[in-house]
Nanobody, 128 residues
Framework: QVQLVESGGGSVQAGDSLRLSCAAS????????MAWFRQPPGQERDFVAA????????YYRDSVEGRFAISRDNGKNTLYLQMISLKTAGTAVYYC?????????????????????WGKGTKVTVSS
């Protein structure tokens, strides 16, 4: 079983930057697709960004394109999400997810059902 632990959340001002980390343990996830999702207060969890196991393909939700960057360090078994120019709409609990499967096309990587393993989340609060 893969264990995922997110860190790096906190309270920031609009326009600030944060880098989230997701450390995987028990299993080497270098061959896993990984992703970030977020759940704003009172709302459903939504896709944020995903990266294939090879790291050569990344996907983003439209509202974060150009401001967020997903990356991975397979040597450290760690996933990252660099967030710049944060907006108040970015207030949410951010979750890391992993999947041992490879999918055809882009759309599947954007869905929760594509991922088998989930972390417990890290909270990000962006104030104006």
């Amino acid at each position: 079983q893969v264990q995922l632990v997110e860190s790096g959340g906190g309270s920031v001002q609009a326009g600030d930057s944060l880098r989230l980390s997701c450390a995987a343990s028990r299993v080497n996830v270098s061959n896993y697709a990984m992703a970030w999702f977020r759940q704003p207060p009172g709302q459903e969890r939504d896709f944020v960004a995903a990266i294939k196991w090879s790291g050569d393909s990344t996907y983003y939700r439209d509202s974060v394109e150009g401001r967020f960057a997903i990356s991975r360090d397979n040597g450290k078994n760690t996933l990252y999400l660099q967030m710049i120019s944060l907006k108040t709409a970015g207030t949410a609990v951010y979750y890391c997810a992993a999947s041992p499967l490879t999918y055809t096309g882009r759309n599947t990587y954007l869905t929760e059902v594509a991922y088998t393993y989930w972390g417990k989340g890290t909270k990000v609060t962006v104030s104006s």
